[in-house]
């Protein structure tokens, strides 16, 4: 696979040659925890994502629009509409789009099994793979004591962990500009920080054991910030990740088989040139 940087030098001349988008094709679709409204959204890459694949359902599984936030400060521009309008478009064009909203979109759990735009509104639900596997499909956060118990602390953290994003952003510019691929602090730290490794193992634990209580395959969820597919005591164990470090997905193809892509693997299988490098692009009407 050729690198981010690769593909920078061989088309970063040839401005006005975006090539015709060559969608990637999926039988399902998983993101979550884009964190629409939030500086820390990498909404461009996103909007990339979003415009180079296709797939017959597509789930947003929770803490897409980030409430928590807006509520203290609101932010959201021109490339947040136009992935609103995307994800409209797509539902309209025959793609079924489920949303099971996440803690930090929990107002739009009041307005579970409505339909808005043709995006259907889900509580936690099973899918079943073209190879009839069983896969509950939830965000998360149910499984998480810290907000069960104390949403101040879980704010807390919210706050720490949206300068780590920032500064996150401003170092990858830097690499960027100094000819280095994508790299993300915020996770690189998480891993780093003991707690934070028995919190996800934890996390991860309960949620294959929730699966295995209802008699299912396996489980896919969010919420943690952390891609991940592995069995955990027969259970498929099944993380999409995020969008505001791992910039990633979880994909299933015509027979059924579940893997992770991330936005550089979709940008060079899509024969797509980053359309990062062209806001303007990014910026016009979806
Ligand atoms: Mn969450």
């Avoid at 079943?128 to 810290?146: E, I, Q, S, Y």
């Avoid at 879980?154 to 401003?170: C, E, R, S």
Wanted: glycine share 6%; charged share 25%; with cysteine.
């Amino acid at each position: 696979m050729r690198t981010h940087d690769d593909f920078l030098t061989s088309d970063m001349f040839q401005k006005n040659s975006v090539k015709k988008r060559q969608r990637v094709k999926f039988r399902t679709i998983w993101i979550s925890d884009t964190h629409l409204g939030t500086p820390g959204c990498q909404a461009v890459k996103l909007l990339e994502f979003l415009r180079n694949t296709d797939a017959e359902t597509l789930y947003l599984v929770g803490d897409i629009i980030d409430g928590w936030q807006l509520k203290r400060r609101w932010y959201w521009n021109q490339v947040h509409n136009n992935i609103i309008q995307t994800l409209l478009k797509k539902a309209k064009k025959g793609t079924r789009v489920i949303f099971v909203p996440g803690n930090h979109d929990e107002a739009i759990r009041q307005f579970i099994d409505l339909d808005f735009g043709g995006i259907q509104i889900r509580d936690e639900l099973v899918h079943v793979t073209a190879d009839g596997k069983r896969m509950l499909v939830l965000h998360g956060d149910r499984f998480d004591g810290v907000i069960a118990c104390a949403k101040w602390l879980a704010y807390l953290g919210d706050n720490l962990y949206t300068v780590i994003l920032k500064f996150n952003q401003i170092l990858n510019v830097w690499r960027a500009r100094a000819g280095m691929p994508y790299w993300s602090l915020s996770q690189y730290l998480k891993l780093k920080v003991k707690n934070a490794v028995s919190y996800i193992t934890r996390f991860e634990d309960a949620v294959a054991a929730e699966a295995r209580k209802q008699g299912v395959d396996g489980v896919i969820c969010g919420h943690i910030h952390k891609p991940e597919i592995r069995m955990i005591d027969g259970i498929i164990y099944c993380n999409d990740g995020d969008w505001v470090e791992s910039l990633s997905a979880l994909v299933e193809d015509a027979s059924g088989a579940l893997r992770l892509v991330d936005w550089q693997e979709i940008m060079v299988l899509a024969g797509q040139q980053t359309l990062t490098h062209h806001p303007a692009e990014a910026l016009a009407p979806a």
